[in-house]
Every structure is written in C-alpha cells, then in structure tokens.
C-alpha cells in the first residue's frame, strides 16, 4: 500500500495549528487510511499517547449513532479524561446534519487538533466556510498518482499499461487477478458512481442520470456543455431531457469529486468563457469499466492522466483559447504560468506543426511545452518550445520549473 508521503507531508505541515483540516475526495481514493492510518503511525511513532488520539469513523454502524450531534458530544466527553490535546479524526463528516455547527463545538469545547475527511464539495461552499470562520484548510487527496503507483513496481511500461486501464484506486494495487480488479471497479461505480449520488441529491430519473455519466467518460478530453449532452441524449432516444437537468447532474458528479470541470479561458479577451467546457474523470478505471473497456483512444487518456497530475500539484489548470486556436492546458501557480500541449507524439510534421501553432502569438516569456510519449531527441521545436516526456513529467514533481 502506497504510503501517500505527499499528502502526509501537507497533514505534518498543519499538525497542531489552530485550523480545521479537511480532507476531501472521492470516496475510496484513500483518505481514510491516509487519516486513520499513516498518519496515526505517524503521531505515535513521535509520542502521542494512544488515548489521545479519538477515531470516528462516521461510515460504520459502530458509530452510526454519534451522526447525532448530542451524541458525539457526549462520546468525546466520556472519551476525553486529561488537559493534554487531543487529536480527533472524523470520518465522512458529511453524513451528519449541521456539521459545521458541531465542527465549531468541537474547536471551542475541547483542546484538540481536529481533522475532518469528506466527500462531497459541499464541505468548502461558501457559506460553510463562513460558518467555520474561516479556520478550515483544505487537503484535496486523489486516486494514486503514476508515481505512487509505479512505486515498488519494476518495469514502468507494464505499470503504465495497468495504470491507464484500472486506474489508480488504491486498494486496485493490491489485486493481482484481472477479474478481481474488474468487480471492484463496477462495485465502486455501482455505489460510489451512482447510488451514493442519486441518494445524496434524490435524483428521480436515473437512467437519464447515468446516460450523462456514461457520455461524459466518453468524451474526455472533448468539449461539452448542457446543451450539448440534452441534445445527444434526446437524439439517443430519451424523451425530453432539459438544460437544467443536465446542468444540475453535472454539479452533482463534480460535488462528489467523480469529476472535475475545465473552463475555457480567452487569453487574449483575459476573461473566462460560458460554454463548452471540459470535464475529466477522476479515474481512468472508473472510466474504462463504465465502457466496456472500449473507446481506449490514447490522446484523451493521457490528456486526462495530465490534468489530474496538474491538479494533484497544486496548480490551477484551465483551457486556453487563443485566437482560433486552442491550448490544451493554461497552468497557474502563485509565482509561474505555463502553456501546455498534450499529445500522444508529434514525430509527425504536421501534428507538430499543430501543436506548435497552438502557441502562435504568445510571446509573454512563460514557457510552452508540449508532453507526448516521445523520447526522441532528435525532434526539433521552434521558438525554444519545449518537449517533455510523460513518464519525465509524471515521476518528477518540480520538472516544470527545472525544464
């Protein structure tokens, strides 16, 4: 089991500060055992005693009861016997009512260091966030990178080809037989995926519902927009299917972190655009079991494996329109901007051509770079372009700054 060092690192970074740190994520990608594992070993292997560490798991029938505020209070009051702190981890903090109100409660009854896991976006809207006070920060976990993934593996093509088929769910490394990852896979879609949301959101018409998803894992990488996905469906033999439903399913799946959304930036006009967006799953496994493992079409999947990798550092990442043209990635960090093009190889003139001209009249000094599977040194970009390789770029996470 992959030791997720990074997202340890962000929780010892935090350790004892007087904000509430919320971990969030799709269900199964391993915020759990990041909380209630790693980095309890990690609190005791540096001294803190066993007795002040509380784990409440919100998921298990165990602690179903404590999903009422009172309850939970009366359970950390019985559990909490010293003035020493207290570290106190609540699982799927979502499943109880007025969270936020208790998550206050808790801050000001107890001395502690309060961690909180969720997975639902709902935990950073707006108004939640006021209600915190603004004492929360966010620690956003992901199915396993490349780089986790290949970790204790030997040879890297073989990995990848695993990687980019079931995904990087982490208990998927544990399972060595095809079968067994494949069950795994449409169980977790047949919860995760779908129940979990239809219930949380009381979605009425579910065929429709996962006709969205099923389109939407179609169309990696592509550009959509609720007018689009109503259209195709109707075209596909549903009866009227609306804008707004299709906008609300679309909120639904990127609440649950099942997808995220890129919105198109005008570089030149320096205003974000309206329509077509795109939208990223957030895992290839999820993705290919949905399909029947079919549609394998490389570009979009790499394109997809990219974004997620952006976003795992840290870095905004939007679709950058310029003029006529379209960049794939627009990346942003507090101190830096990049222009990035994915494509599977550009070996080929004219497709280098393509992605060269993607950058055409940006002469801003920020870098443009262009990640393909190519490792070929022979290839020449103009204007001081840069090539990247993927695995280069997946399993070194500071080589946009050093390239």
Do not use: W
Not at 111 to 124: R, V
Not at 190 to 202: Q, Y
Not at 281 to 301: A, E, F, P, S, V
Not at 340 to 357: A, G, K, P, W, Y
Request: charged share 30%; net charge neutral.
């Amino acid at each position: 089991m992959s030791r997720r060092d990074y997202y340890l690192n962000k929780l010892i970074e935090y350790k004892d500060k007087d904000i509430i740190k919320i971990i969030t994520g799709i269900r199964r990608c391993g915020k759990s055992f990041l909380l209630f594992k790693i980095f309890y070993d990690y609190l005791i292997e540096t001294g803190i005693n066993e007795e002040n560490i509380i784990k409440i798991n919100l998921e298990s029938i165990r602690y179903e009861k404590l999903r009422n505020p009172n309850s939970l209070f009366e359970y950390l009051d019985n559990k909490i016997k010293n003035n020493k702190k207290y570290y106190i981890f609540i699982d799927e903090i979502q499943l109880m009512d007025k969270f936020e109100d208790v998550v206050n409660g808790i801050k000001t009854d107890f001395n502690c260091d309060l961690y909180i896991t969720g997975s639902n976006s709902k935990l950073l809207s707006s108004e939640i966030n006021t209600k915190l006070r603004g004492r929360g920060i966010e620690i956003k976990v992901y199915p396993l990178s490349f780089k986790e993934f290949y970790d204790g593996k030997t040879d890297k093509n073989t990995a990848f080809n695993e990687y980019i088929k079931y995904g990087g769910l982490p208990y998927i490394n544990s399972l060595d037989k095809e079968y067994e990852k494949h069950e795994y896979l449409k169980m977790i879609n047949d919860t995760v995926a779908t129940k979990d949301i239809i219930d949380r959101n009381k979605i009425r018409n579910e065929e429709v519902f996962n006709a969205v998803i099923d389109l939407l894992c179609s169309q990696i990488g592509c550009y959509v927009s609720p007018n689009k996905i109503a259209n195709t469906l109707v075209s596909n033999g549903f009866k009227t299917v609306d804008n707004d439903t299709v906008s609300n399913y679309l909120k639904y799946l990127c609440d649950a972190f099942l997808f995220y959304k890129a919105v198109r930036y005008d570089l030149k006009g320096k205003e974000y655009l309206k329509t077509l967006n795109k939208y990223y799953i957030c895992d290839l496994g999820l993705r290919n079991q949905r399909l029947g493992y079919r549609q394998m079409k490389m570009t979009h999947i790499i394109e997809n494996i990219v974004y997620l990798e952006l976003l795992r550092r840290n870095y905004q990442v939007d679709i950058g329109k310029n003029k006529e043209s379209e960049i794939d990635f627009v990346v942003r960090s507090h101190d830096d901007l990049y222009y990035i093009q994915v494509s599977l190889s550009i070996e080929n003139e004219s497709t280098r051509m393509r992605e060269e001209n993607a950058f055409k009249g940006l002469d801003d000094g920020y870098k443009k770079i262009i990640i393909t599977m190519d490792n070929n040194p022979l290839i020449h970009l103009e204007r001081g372009y840069k090539m990247l390789n993927l695995f280069d770029f997946l399993l070194n996470e500071n080589i946009l700054k050093s390239i």
